[in-house]
């Protein structure tokens, strides 16, 4: 990090877990620079690169540059979201470089495929960690340190547990599932602060996840004919942290083009 730059009128925005350039994180942030907000994002390439996907190693930098390049200001920090004291560290730095955020957008997650036949405490315990634990602690601390008269906002990730069936990921679909009763409760401890909170499901979105068999079956679910992409969350999120969106909040938003479960 380097030294604390001049104050800026422009809004700042924090994403957690935007470390891959094809993933729904960096579309966030390239989105909202593209929008004058200066953007915060925090990435931990070891999850990624355990993951079947993978990461190019400079990943993080290229999003960085990307940023920087719509002429906002940007800082990024590898964090580890397990970590309790995650929250506190990423807000002191985001205020010793940048200033107070306004925004904040819950999209670090963990997810491996497990049913009930293979489920221990073990990885139950790293999907609790990031997906209930993480997010929880920062929106509270971002909460706790908000100080604008008005425009806050907390935006969650989440994957349409609510709807049906994640058979093969009952870890992910009952931590991230959780999600959505706390975005409606703390919507309500934090409207009298001036701050929103609401959370999207994006549906099946094409962040490099998917094999050619998959998309294939999945396009017969979609009416519309084509899979989702990072752009199509990136835009609803940029206008739930935009001020006309001042009138929205505790609400579970099911972005999915049409999906068709079943």
């Not at 999850?47 to 400079?58: I, K, T």
């Not at 036949?117 to 997906?131: I, R, S």
């Not at 969650?156 to 706390?182: C, E, P, V």
Request: a negative charge.
């Amino acid at each position: 990090m380097h030294e604390k730059q001049v104050s800026s009128d422009r809004r700042i925005a924090i994403v957690t877990g935007a470390s891959r350039l094809n993933g729904i994180g960096a579309a966030i942030c390239t989105t909202l620079a593209s929008k004058g907000i200066d953007v915060f994002f925090t990435y931990w390439t070891a999850y990624d690169h355990e993951m079947p996907w993978g990461m190019v190693s400079n990943e993080p930098q290229l999003l960085y540059n990307h940023i920087s390049e719509q002429g906002v200001r940007c800082e990024k920090l590898e964090l580890d979201m397990t970590d309790p004291s995650a929250s506190a560290k990423l807000l002191d730095a985001v205020e010793d470089t940048l200033g107070k955020p306004s925004i904040l957008i819950n999209n670090a997650t963990y997810s491996v495929d497990v049913g009930y036949d293979t489920l221990t405490a073990d990885v139950l315990d790293k999907h609790y960690q990031v997906n209930i634990r993480g997010t929880m602690l920062v929106s509270a601390e971002f909460a706790r340190r908000f100080s604008h008269p008005s425009g806050g906002r907390i935006i969650n990730l989440t994957s349409g547990q609510s709807l049906g069936a994640m058979a093969g990921n009952i870890a992910y679909a009952t931590t991230k599932g959780a999600i959505d009763t706390f975005t409606v409760t703390l919507a309500a401890e934090v409207a009298s602060k001036g701050i929103t909170v609401n959370a999207v499901n994006p549906g099946p979105t094409d962040t490099g996840w998917m094999d050619h068999h998959l998309k294939d079956y999945l396009l017969t679910k979609f009416p519309t004919g084509r899979i989702g992409m990072p752009q199509d969350a990136a835009r609803l999120i940029s206008f739930l942290a935009s001020e006309d969106a001042e009138w929205i909040t505790g609400q579970i938003i099911h972005s999915e083009g049409g999906f068709q479960r079943g």
